[in-house]
């Protein structure tokens, strides 16, 4: 089996996820041999970004990498496969990136299929600490999974082996702590902007509520009127929260949560 | 009136708020004459922390301070100032530090009540970001205000004058932000506990999440099943959390309120 510094790989995807796994791999010195992007412009803006190739086609894919990595939406990793099973020998090594799809669906490169899951969120204008990130891995194979488990180590000091479903519920808790959370935010970014408040009054609030749970876990970090059950506040609040009918049942039902835990 | 580095102070409470209060005061050489705990052991901790006096007796508080900051719980406001109103000379400042609680339980003051409320989450063993954590003050009289906020202004980067109304609207989007937030990160340390993963495979993301509306607004930020209508992913997160009847309602919940947005 080849060293992960001779790997060479190609990256399927533009997207978030394939933008910064692009810049994320040549950073670390693995060779990048190809991008693929339906959109030219995007293909093209990450191609020159980490200076290599780049194909807007499927077919023109080239053939000689030893690693595909398909950085696609979940609906399209089915399609992205078959085409490229079209093309592609047999001993290429094919990992989707997605946390919540099994790794059966790349069958058709089985027993060389396999899942590459950074677990963090992307924007294209952030540029984040690589160093840190969880990188989930799991491969048909025992051969392939300790590749791709070398080369998680390349990327980040935090590489998991999870299977399919482990994977599945550690998506499951991403999406609590991540996409439930941040709407949460934006809840009271609407109720400060109903009242002309600026955001910034609780973006700091926000940030250590983060970073306290870096070291502590959350259940022992819980403060506020509900685990206090200052019934008191929590009136005031549901009153306050007449106007926006939604946020008041989301009030009740999360206190409700909390002090259940109790 | 006196400038604000020659004002004495003395903090009425020595819980979380009361501690970093006490040790921000004294960091930004205000001067702190007295501390005041029930508790013995922690008036003397936060006393000897910034070598300033303590007392664990109300009607030992000095009487020759400027300004009286009453950081007790909320329940305990109303009876705690109702003892310093027996001992103080009515020329005394005395605000609070509750977000929930209006000015006038400060009524036995009145005209030299107050507000002086820090808008952030506090814990013993973290040491805050003093000069970005935003004060809130209020006060009955214009004079009083222009004090409070000069005070503020010696603490930290933001101030905000900001009546009850607005202090209480700005406290449910804390709750939101903050306590609502942590539950969902508890949740998530929940569901990977049930699976014995570890709580490190979310906290990058956690930190990641709020690093981002640190600069942007929450709602162009919101990615996940939700709000990409990804139904099939929605369904196995829903099928999965059957074994948590409650986290699968949060879950149906959020994602509804989610979707609702748009």
């Not at 941040?182 to 109720?191: E, V």
Request: aromatic fraction near 8%; include cysteine; hydrophobic fraction near 45%.
């Amino acid at each position: 089996m080849k060293a992960v510094t001779k790997l060479s790989v190609v990256v399927v995807g533009s997207g978030n996820v394939g933008f910064h796994l692009g810049r994320w791999l040549v950073e670390r010195e693995v060779q990048l041999v190809q991008v693929f992007s339906r959109t030219e412009a995007k293909a093209q803006q990450l191609a020159e970004a980490i200076n290599t190739s780049f194909t807007t086609s499927l077919s023109e894919i080239t053939t000689e990498a030893d690693i595909y990595i398909l950085a696609v939406q979940d609906s399209a990793i089915s399609s992205v496969a078959a085409q490229l099973a079209a093309i592609l020998p047999s001993d290429k090594i094919v990992v989707h990136t997605s946390g919540a799809t099994p790794m059966t669906i790349l069958q058709p490169f089985f027993p060389h299929s396999g899942v590459f899951y950074p677990l963090q969120t992307f924007s294209i204008d952030r540029q984040p600490d690589f160093e840190s990130i969880p990188i989930c891995i799991d491969a048909a194979e025992e051969d392939v999974r300790e590749l791709l488990f070398l080369l998680g180590k390349r990327l980040s000091s935090v590489v998991y082996h999870l299977t399919d479903e482990q994977r599945a519920v550690a998506h499951v808790a991403a999406v609590f702590v991540n996409n439930f959370a941040n709407h949460l935010f934006q809840i009271g970014a609407d109720i400060l902007q109903k009242e002309q408040l600026p955001f910034d009054l609780v973006r700091p609030l926000i940030l250590e509520t983060a970073a306290k749970v870096q070291q502590h876990f959350p259940e022992t970090m819980q403060t506020g009127p509900a685990i206090r059950r200052d019934t008191l506040t929590i009136e005031r609040h549901l009153n306050y929260l007449e106007q926006f009918p939604n946020y008041k049942m989301l009030y009740q039902i999360l206190t409700e949560s909390i002090r259940a835990e109790r």
